[in-house]
């Protein structure tokens, strides 16, 4: 993986501004610490950070290929998982290759199918293309987002980047936030409107879309859609089919000229991922399969069982590790350490975030830098299978908002009225919900739900309409944060994270698939697990699901509840007029008694986490310098 950067402008001549390219890309050196590379011309720039992976030397970028008179320059982030296949077409076709790397095949695919080059590519991507030609920037994302991409169109030009620290460090780029960016911050975060930037004039290019910008000006296009067909496959059918694809899956993303592991935590999911991978090392002399686990000083004494965490992750590491032999690993942070790392998992972000839960994943992928550079990691089953607690919970089913957020209350309580009055909470998020839901396409023979009104599921039909909701908001608003989280704080770390179960052909087939099937023997996920029947043992493939691990010590607690006293203190702290400091207070000294099991977002953050997220908005706010609109 690595980081980009790129701009293009009609009216002033980019020779004469390499120094802004240098200072953008050397924003990104955390993603690529192993080589830089700069191209630049009268209309074009690129700067790149490398992360090598495959290829060292074959794979460097910008990668320039002429045909004739015309140059073809590509700065590319990511990795393909179908280019031998590619490959091979392109060989037949004629086409001569320099070396080996994923990247080569990317810029040769342009040269012979040129933009609809994408929807050939099987891989998590982010890509520019500077094509003399036809003086066009051509910039592609993968289909569900796990690289990312932002864009600020100025006047006459356009800047391009992985992340947004990178834009915001361009001369006509100022960190301006509006009451839009206000209401992604404190209504929405830390997940984000597809498409947002949260920074006024900076957008994020959505997943499955590409962008052309040329002297006519900029186009967006969606080349990739979730497909609706009616499902006929039967059960046995089914089963197998997930199971073919999942195991495709998982050895094509094991390729790679460096060392490479998983992220174990005991669940289905990253259970079932070390499991393939590390027959498949071993079956290819490689083994043994390295994995890692993380977990929290003193987390077995502070532990308690709830709705979203049923038992410890670490008895069944240890049942996984033992059983597949693996070489693992196991890192446990303390407090001082999850806190300390607030600021530079804001920082990883350049957003506010899912506060301990970002830190200690930070810390978790610094700690596995030092072992491997690459890893596969099980995020995205719960997403495409329906494992999340809101998929089986008629609360969540019958709410009229995303179910990951149904205590909005619990966040709204410690704004200030007068931010209250400018965001309009309610609005806003019912204004979100209901542009989400109008993007699902309905199957033939579903029936229309109404949103406007309270309402229970009734009927076979309706429920199977009202899952497919769910499952598309959860596709396209909530897994977009978790692969947020796991690019920002891996790639800050200079680790290569893959995400198997995020692979578009998986997640299309099962798209389709009816709720009675993905829930069999009124199982989550219990389609998932039977697929993986013989894979895993038994007590690992029906355990329970249980969440990413987040610290129960309550010295947590105690530690932002004093940082965050701090900052309240404090005249000069930003995030003053944003809040209800009456509220907030009686809330702090009140938490101590708190029940927990209410998130105000997701399944992991609690009161201790929204006293983190406001220390993480303050540091945002001063960090960044940002000015209110």
């Known amino acids: 993986m690595c980081g980009i950067v790129g701009f293009v402008d009609w009216g002033h001549d980019l020779t004469l501004q390499k120094d802004v390219l240098i200072q953008m890309t050397q924003t990104l050196i955390p993603r690529g610490p192993d080589a830089e590379g700069y191209w630049i011309s009268p209309r074009a720039a690129f700067g790149h950070r490398r992360l090598v992976v495959v290829d060292p030397e074959g794979g460097r970028q910008p990668m320039i290929r002429q045909r004739g008179e015309h140059t073809y320059t590509l700065i590319y982030n990511g990795e393909l998982y179908n280019t031998p296949e590619i490959r091979q077409e392109l060989l037949s076709l004629g086409y001569r290759f320099e070396g080996h790397s994923d990247t080569e095949v990317v810029l040769l695919s342009y040269l012979e199918w040129g933009p609809s080059c994408i929807e050939r590519l099987n891989g998590i991507f982010a890509f520019g293309i500077w094509d003399s030609k036809e003086q066009q920037l051509f910039v592609g994302r993968d289909r569900l987002g796990v690289k990312p991409l932002f864009y600020s169109e100025q006047s006459g030009s356009i800047i391009f980047a992985s992340e947004l620290k990178a834009i915001l460090q361009h001369p006509d780029i100022s960190p301006i936030v509006g009451r839009e960016g206000l209401a992604e911050v404190f209504l929405v975060g830390p997940a984000r409107t597809p498409g947002m930037g949260v920074y006024d004039g900076i957008s994020e290019l959505k997943p499955g879309h590409v962008l052309t910008y040329s002297a006519n000006g900029l186009k967006i296009t969606r080349y990739w859609a979730l497909p609706y067909n009616v499902h006929e496959d039967d059960l046995e059918t089914t089963t197998a089919k997930i199971r073919d694809l999942f195991l495709d899956t998982v050895k094509r993303q094991l390729v790679s000229d460096v060392p490479i592991g998983t992220l174990l935590s005991g669940g289905l999911d990253s259970s079932a991922i070390t499991a393939i991978a590390s027959e498949f090392l071993n079956q290819n002399g490689k083994g043994p399969l390295p994995t890692f686990s993380v977990d929290y000083v003193e987390n077995d004494k502070y532990f308690h069982t709830n709705d979203f965490q049923p038992d410890a992750d670490g008895p069944w590491i240890e049942r996984m590790s033992q059983t597949f032999k693996t070489q693992h690993s196991n890192f446990a942070f303390d407090t001082p350490q999850l806190v300390e790392t607030l600021k530079a998992a804001t920082l990883a972000r350049d957003l506010p975030g899912m506060a301990d839960v970002d830190a200690s994943l930070l810390l978790f992928s610094r700690a596995i830098k030092n072992k491997v550079t690459v890893g596969l990691s099980g995020e995205c089953a719960d997403e495409v299978f329906g494992g999340y607690p809101w998929f089986h919970r008629p609360d ?138 013989g894979i895993l043992p038994d007590d690992v493939l029906w355990r329970r699901k249980s969440p990413y691990p987040k610290t129960h010590h309550p010295s947590y607690l105690s530690a932002v509840r004093t940082w965050l006293s701090q900052i309240l203190e404090d005249p000069s702290s930003p995030i003053l007029p944003f809040l209800n400091l009456p509220a907030l207070r009686d809330l702090m000294k009140l938490s101590d008694t708190m029940p927990s099991g209410r998130p105000w977002f997701g399944q992991l953050m609690d009161i201790p986490q929204l006293f983190a997220y406001l220390i993480q908005v303050n540091y945002w706010l001063v960090g960044n310098k940002v000015m209110i609109r």
């Open 396 to 533: 969540a089913l019958n709410a009229q908002t995303f179910p990951w957020a149904l205590h909005v209350e619990n966040r709204l309580q410690i704004l200030s009225p007068e931010l209250i009055a400018r965001l309009q909470p309610h609005d806003y998020l019912s204004r979100r919900y209901e542009e989400a839901l109008a993007e699902i396409s309905k199957l033939p023979g579903s029936s229309s739900i109404s949103h406007q009104d309270s309402r229970t599921i009734q009927g076979d039909l309706q429920r199977e309409t009202r899952i497919r909701e769910i499952t598309y908001l959860t596709l396209t608003r909530f897994m977009p944060t978790l692969l947020d989280r796991k690019d920002r704080m891996t790639m800050a770390t200079g680790l290569e994270v893959r995400v198997p179960f995020c692979d578009h052909r998986l997640v299309e087939y099962a798209w389709n698939i009816p709720w009675e099937m993905k829930a069999l023997e009124g199982r989550e996920k219990g389609l998932l697990r039977h697929a993986l029947t």
